[in-house]
């Protein structure tokens, strides 16, 4: 009997599990644009864009090679997944329903408890081993352990897979290599031109749907360029490999007002759609290296970031949900300031990080952790906030992804289970790592003066107002001996400027 083969928004990969175990021109898949998943958060239309778009060719493809496929179109008006799933088991009186693991938690929790009983026939759900790492392998390294480093992980995922391995041994005689990769950009060597596709007649459709649909949406959805089909992302890979790989680890936590992405690979939209697969990318890094074209520094921070951070995240995800989503130790409840969304600040670095956000759906790391992420550390803004704006304005964005970069590495909201202190920073950071400051309102070599930089007096406040969880930390102690040893006075004025900017967080 026919089954129906579920495939998701970020699943369009044809190594997908549950395609593997299905047949095709016997069983027939299943693709939905729903309300639901497009409007639980207010994605940027680039996101929607690029996501139904690369659903729309991916449905094409899996029918040239031979599946069925129903697929509901946004304008069809099914309100959510299940929905879609139900018309299409009513219509062919399927068996049973196959679909690989999701990436979150809400949408797993249903396939398992509310579609068999929906559906009234069995729901296969595949473990998803486009990933290095399964989710009980994470659990058993786990267990038992006081800290979960992500350092650590990484180190048995390179085991695991071999990258940059010397027999036993890393390659170059270190693990890691971050020390290296902390240069400022000085506008040498030259930024490589952006790759840009240009919409084809599927992307058009469903770029004038967005426009229509969720012109409410934070985000500019004019001049979308990104891949959407494979074959153009496999061209985005040979591009980052090619034009920006050897100087990607220099200069990977530096930012410029003069160029939005560096030289970053913005692959990542590509990675959590499943047109790109982790350990591909890894490998085409790793064999530039070996061929002499790219730099160790460079190539170890790049697949750290894949087979390290990517599959860290993800296991701390599965690990700790859903209780994660509750965590707050800090005690952040602090609106999101509007700038967020788009309101004008005289903060150089935060209009460009929105800037760029709202132009592309994309921020390097840097402007997302050390900017944003930053600012939203020490103004103590509520965690579902700034979780729903992470998870709403990036096209990389998904849950298991996006929650614990934003409550844990952003927020410190765990209380240290993913990042052992809080990063926060300083103007003095965004002065060292860019040339931001410069075109700046403010100024970053003062704290207390109502022309100072925001970010300076928010870290002291912030360092004070957390000084008992965090005052004989080992990696803070050195901080608050020097707040201690600041004048009294100076002191005050800084706190007293902190409390006016966490109360007025919409005038900055």
């Given at each position: 009997?026919t089954?129906?083969?579920?495939?998701l928004?970020?699943?369009?990969?044809i190594e997908?599990?549950s395609?593997?175990?299905?047949?095709a021109?016997k069983?027939?898949?299943?693709?939905?644009?729903?309300r639901?998943?497009?409007?639980?958060?207010p994605?940027?239309?680039?996101?929607?864009?690029?996501?139904?778009?690369?659903?729309r060719?991916?449905?094409?493809?899996?029918?040239?090679?031979g599946?069925?496929?129903?697929?509901?179109?946004?304008?069809?008006?099914?309100?959510?997944?299940?929905e879609?799933v139900?018309?299409?088991?009513?219509?062919?009186?399927a068996?049973?329903?196959?679909?690989?693991?999701?990436?979150?938690?809400?949408?797993?929790?249903?396939?398992?408890?509310?579609?068999?009983?929906?559906?009234?026939?069995?729901?296969?759900?595949l473990?998803?081993?486009?990933?290095?790492?399964?989710?009980?392998?994470f659990?058993?390294?786990?267990k038992g352990?006081?800290?979960?480093?992500?350092?650590y992980?990484?180190?048995?995922?390179?085991?695991?897979t071999?990258?940059?391995?010397?027999?036993?041994?890393?390659e170059?005689g270190?693990?890691?290599?971050?020390?290296?990769?902390?240069?400022?950009?000085?506008g040498d060597?030259p930024?490589?031109?952006?790759?840009?596709?240009a919409?084809d007649?599927?992307?058009q459709?469903?770029?004038?749907?967005v426009?229509?649909e969720?012109?409410?949406?934070?985000?500019?959805?004019?001049?979308f360029a990104?891949?959407?089909?494979?074959?153009?992302a496999?061209?985005?890979?040979?591009?980052f490999i090619?034009?920006?790989?050897?100087?990607?680890?220099?200069?990977?936590?530096?930012?410029?007002?003069?160029?939005?992405?560096?030289f970053?690979?913005?692959?990542?939209?590509?990675?959590?759609?499943g047109?790109?697969?982790?350990?591909?990318?890894?490998?085409?890094?790793?064999a530039?290296?070996?061929?002499?074209?790219a730099?160790?520094?460079?190539?170890?921070?790049f697949?750290?970031q894949?087979?390290?951070?990517r599959?860290?995240?993800r296991?701390?995800?599965?690990?700790?949900?859903?209780?994660?989503?509750?965590?707050?130790?800090?005690?952040?409840?602090?609106p999101l300031?509007?700038?967020?969304?788009?309101?004008?600040?005289?903060?150089?670095c935060?209009?460009q990080?929105?800037?760029v956000?709202?132009?592309?759906?994309?921020?390097?790391?840097i402007q997302?952790?050390?900017?944003?992420?930053?600012?939203a550390?020490?103004?103590?803004v509520?965690?579902?906030e700034?979780h729903r704006?992470y998870l709403?304005?990036?096209?990389d964005?998904?849950e298991?992804?996006?929650?614990?970069n934003t409550?844990?590495?952003v927020?410190?909201?765990?209380?240290?289970l993913?990042?052992?202190?809080?990063?926060?920073?300083?103007?003095?950071?965004?002065?060292?790592?860019?040339?931001y400051c410069?075109?700046c309102?403010?100024?970053?070599?003062?704290?207390?003066?109502?022309d100072?930089c925001?970010?300076?007096?928010?870290?002291?406040?912030?360092?004070?107002r957390?000084?008992?969880?965090?005052k004989?930390h080992?990696?803070?102690?050195m901080?608050?001996r020097?707040w201690?040893?600041m004048?009294?006075q100076?002191?005050?004025?800084?706190i007293?400027?902190?409390?006016?900017?966490?109360?007025?967080?919409?005038?900055?």
């Amino acid at each position: 009997m026919t089954r129906l083969v579920v495939v998701l928004g970020d699943q369009l990969s044809i190594e997908l599990a549950s395609l593997r175990h299905a047949t095709a021109g016997k069983d027939r898949i299943v693709m939905a644009e729903v309300r639901e998943e497009a409007r639980y958060v207010p994605h940027h239309p680039k996101k929607i864009i690029f996501l139904f778009s690369a659903m729309r060719h991916f449905a094409e493809k899996l029918r040239g090679l031979g599946w069925q496929v129903d697929y509901y179109y946004y304008d069809m008006g099914y309100g959510s997944l299940l929905e879609a799933v139900q018309h299409s088991q009513q219509k062919t009186m399927a068996s049973e329903v196959l679909i690989t693991e999701c990436g979150e938690y809400r949408l797993q929790n249903a396939f398992r408890q509310e579609w068999p009983t929906a559906l009234k026939v069995p729901v296969q759900i595949l473990h998803d081993d486009r990933f290095i790492c399964p989710h009980e392998e994470f659990q058993a390294w786990a267990k038992g352990r006081r800290q979960l480093r992500m350092e650590y992980f990484y180190r048995e995922m390179r085991r695991k897979t071999g990258l940059l391995m010397n027999g036993s041994e890393p390659e170059g005689g270190r693990w890691n290599f971050d020390s290296d990769n902390r240069a400022r950009y000085q506008g040498d060597p030259p930024c490589p031109t952006a790759l840009r596709f240009a919409p084809d007649a599927i992307t058009q459709q469903v770029t004038n749907l967005v426009k229509t649909e969720f012109k409410d949406h934070f985000g500019d959805p004019e001049h979308f360029a990104l891949a959407v089909t494979r074959e153009h992302a496999l061209q985005a890979l040979t591009h980052f490999i090619e034009q920006s790989l050897p100087w990607f680890g220099d200069y990977q936590d530096a930012m410029a007002s003069d160029h939005d992405s560096l030289f970053h690979s913005l692959l990542s939209p590509y990675l959590n759609a499943g047109l790109l697969l982790p350990l591909e990318v890894c490998q085409a890094a790793e064999a530039a290296w070996q061929q002499g074209k790219a730099p160790l520094n460079a190539v170890e921070g790049f697949i750290r970031q894949i087979i390290g951070w990517r599959e860290y995240v993800r296991g701390i995800y599965w690990l700790t949900m859903p209780s994660y989503l509750e965590n707050n130790v800090l005690n952040s409840t602090a609106p999101l300031p509007a700038l967020y969304w788009g309101a004008p600040t005289k903060m150089f670095c935060a209009s460009q990080a929105i800037r760029v956000t709202r132009e592309h759906a994309h921020a390097h790391h840097i402007q997302r952790l050390m900017v944003t992420g930053n600012l939203a550390l020490l103004l103590g803004v509520d965690v579902e906030e700034i979780h729903r704006w992470y998870l709403a304005v990036y096209a990389d964005a998904y849950e298991w992804v996006e929650l614990p970069n934003t409550l844990g590495m952003v927020m410190h909201a765990d209380g240290g289970l993913l990042a052992s202190k809080p990063y926060a920073a300083s103007g003095k950071y965004v002065q060292r790592m860019s040339d931001y400051c410069g075109h700046c309102h403010y100024k970053v070599g003062t704290a207390d003066q109502s022309d100072s930089c925001p970010l300076n007096a928010l870290y002291w406040h912030f360092i004070d107002r957390h000084s008992k969880r965090f005052k004989n930390h080992p990696r803070m102690a050195m901080i608050y001996r020097s707040w201690e040893k600041m004048d009294q006075q100076k002191r005050q004025r800084i706190i007293m400027r902190g409390n006016w900017l966490v109360a007025n967080s919409d005038s900055l």
